[in-house]
């Protein structure tokens, strides 16, 4: 399409033709945008009140459909299946709810557990679909087989973003203050910024 979206907490969607000033589309939202993900032609926006709304975007001002998130608590991030079928939403609450799109496969749905240590539990900050969460920590997990591949060492700071290379040989993330914890425990001199590239052979 050779648009860019955007989505704010001012309850819109913008899109955007790069060549001009002003968005080509404003699309209005029930709530703030929380997070959204697309592979085309899907596009997946999360938004407070637990609204999740799915657009086709061969036909982008229109909603397609809009459900309750899987999820009792704020969702903080998306990521639409690779084959454009459904979608994963990760909540504050250390869970992820994977969704079908299609009525006829709600019987796949599920949601778990995830980023908890004891007592503890992390929001999940960032899901992402290899091609083929504020603990620090990042895990892999097979979604149709509803088990964890492998889980990694903890980082010493939370993982606020990450996402694969195109052919998933790399996966990128970043370490940081995440600010889940308010400035109050911020401390600038610890609270370094890094970005990490992991090779996935093997995993």
């Known amino acids: 399409m050779n648009l860019l979206v955007t989505g704010s907490w001012d309850k819109t969607l913008r899109y955007w033709d790069l060549r001009q000033p002003n968005p080509a589309h404003v699309q209005q939202l029930p709530e ?4 959204l993900t697309v592979r085309h ?3 997946v926006v999360g938004t407070a009140d637990r609204n999740i709304i799915v657009f086709n975007l061969q036909n982008p001002q229109a909603e397609f459909k809009r459900v309750v998130s899987p999820l009792k608590y704020q ?6 299946f690779p084959d454009q079928q459904g979608f994963l939403v990760g ?6 709810g994977v969704h079908h799109i299609d009525d006829a496969q709600q019987s796949k749905n599920f949601t778990f557990k995830c980023h ?3 007592n503890d539990i992390y ?3 960032s899901l992402n679909f290899h091609p ?6 990042f895990n892999f997990w097979d979604k149709d087989s509803k088990q964890r591949l492998k889980a990694m060492s903890r980082c010493g700071q939370p993982i606020p973003c990450s996402t694969f290379n195109n052919d998933g040989s ?7 203050y995440d600010w889940s914890k308010g400035a109050e425990n911020h401390n600038p001199s610890t609270a370094k910024t890094y970005i990490y590239l992991h090779l996935t052979t093997g995993v």
């Open 116 to 118: 908890r240590e004891g």
């Open 32 to 35: 703030r945008c929380y997070a």
């Open 123 to 125: 929001s999940v900050n």
């Open 41 to 43: 032609p899907l596009m």
């Open 75 to 80: 969702t903080r991030c998306l990521a639409a």
């Open 91 to 96: 909540s504050i609450e250390g869970r992820v």
């Open 132 to 137: 083929s969460g504020s603990d620090g920590a």
């Open 170 to 176: 790399i996966f990128a993330y970043s370490v940081c």
